[in-house]
């Protein structure tokens, strides 16, 4: 087993259109691609707004890790597909997929082209509490970190006799306590020693703080806001007239 | 001890990560039965994606690995961690039960044993160990000592032929490695072939007969321990220093105090220098007389 879609979530310096984007207009992007996500449940609009995500990540040059973070997807799909199918209809089904597929690439586009110090720094100039920001953009580098240890201890228990794979249900959930009980520990005890890491280095001792690096909002970063404002706005449009509008946005599967 | 046929025969073995880190490149090796060998490097040099192809934690993209004659590239983990026993750094990577006794239980169920048998294997680990007192204790509260104990007792009782090592003296006090020391003298007398990763190099200098030296996903040397650590080109690339003992036999070299070059460990180095104080203390007490 590889814990490798995990790194589909990992930030990689690199040069492009989304990664030199003002954190904030990217955290923008996220919650207007998640927004217009929750409007619809018929497949075609989700599916158009899907597409237009592509665009975005081609622009990002993050195809490779933005294709691995769908294919992680696929057991929580299957999920999906099996209950929606079941209990309402498959036109359903494959429109709550589509739904999760745009917040995921919404939310990988974010994590992959925001660089962790730059996070905190756009939470701090939206007000929030410097302790509460320097936490989010810590739990967020450490992803990788966790990754790796999950691993560490998957290769740890195989070395003695462990098997992923067991049948029932009952079972499978009991196997996974070998790898979930050290990596929740391990990342208890981490959290201690960053905790007495960060106080050693008299972390929060001033109120006011002054910063390395700043971020500002470009001309770009104007243009894309409103780019995404306006894209928000006609997705509305559609979403109050979508019974006036042309028939095929609103087909659906015979089933 | 050792036979002709090599228990391990890793012949053109490669291996890249997905994120393109070439980590082994042409790797061949033959390792005997009983044989104690150490293998070194710097950090990256791909120690440890070797040992984890042994069983089959890692898959090289090219390249055979054979144990006992088999080829075991086909064969699953689960069959393979019966033949290969790898002891991890950080033996909080593994320990989860809720007690030291579950722990060991946990190694056992895959063998399937009876009931009985593995009463009886924990009882013997746990004596043998010293663990016994700690039988109801969870794994989580033993010290650093005692959990790579643990960790490494939940291996060994499992009774794999090949036992691997990884920075056994890491983070360990003297006592600690002195045990180490006697727990794989006990095994290798059982025929068991024991390989060990190791940054410490006085330690290998002293107890490791064979080692291996990797740099850059490649093996650069293989040999004797005193004779690789004694080259000082094989140092230089592998990143290491020279043991304390060669250091010191250099620097009498230099002041022509020791000629002969056979000082190869620290009883050694104790036993020339009692010799050269005792042959300078009577040589001052004939002066005087």
Known sequence: ?255 | MINDVPLIMIREVGYEYPNGTKALKNINLNIFKGELIGIMGKNGAGKTSLIRTLNGLIRPNYGNIYIQNENIMTKSIATLSKMVGIIFQNPFHQLFANTVEEEIKFSLKSLNLSKEEIQKKIDEILFKFDLNKYRTRSPLNLSGGESKKLAVASIICRDPKILVFDEPTLGQDAKEIEFFINLINKEREKGKTIIIITHNIEFAYEYLPRTILMADGHIIGDGPTNQLLNNEFLIEQASLISPQVRQLSLAMQQLSLQPQNDINSKNDMINYLRNLIKSKSSKIQEDNF
Do not use: C
């Not at chain 1, 494959?94 to 995921?104: C, K």
């Not at chain 1, 049948?167 to 007495?196: D, H, T």
């Open chain 1, 1 to 255: 087993m590889s814990l490798e879609f995990l790194n589909a979530f990992k930030f990689m310096k690199q040069k492009s259109f989304l990664h030199n984007l003002d954190p904030r207009a990217k955290l923008l992007l996220s919650v207007v691609y998640t927004v217009i996500a929750l409007l619809f449940i018929q497949i075609i609009p989700l599916f158009f707004i899907f597409l237009s995500l592509i665009p975005l990540v081609l622009l990002g040059k993050i195809f490779k890790q933005w294709i691995k973070s769908i294919r992680g997807l696929s057991f929580l799909v299957l999920f999906i597909i099996i209950l929606n199918t079941w209990f309402i209809s498959l036109s359903f089904a494959l429109a709550m997929v589509l739904r999760i597929y745009i917040m995921v690439s919404a939310f990988s586009i974010f994590f992959l082209t925001v660089d962790p110090n730059d996070l905190a720094l756009s939470l701090i100039s939206m007000k929030l509490p410097y302790e509460f920001a320097f936490s989010f953009s810590l739990a967020f580098r450490f992803v990788p970190t966790i990754a790796n240890e999950a691993q560490n201890i998957l290769d740890a228990q195989q070395s003695r006799g462990y098997e992923m794979q067991k049948k029932g249900l009952i079972n499978q959930v009991k196997n996974l306590f070998p790898l979930l009980i050290p990596l929740i520990i391990n990342s208890i005890k981490r959290a201690f020693y960053v905790a007495e890491a960060l106080e050693s280095r008299a972390f929060g001792s001033r109120k006011e703080r002054t910063y390395y690096y700043s971020i500002k909002y470009s001309l770009k970063d104007y243009i894309f806001t409103f780019y995404l404002l306006v894209l928000l706005t006609f997705i509305i449009f559609i979403r109050v007239q979508i019974n006036s509008m042309p028939d095929f946005l609103i087909w659906s599967l015979p089933v």
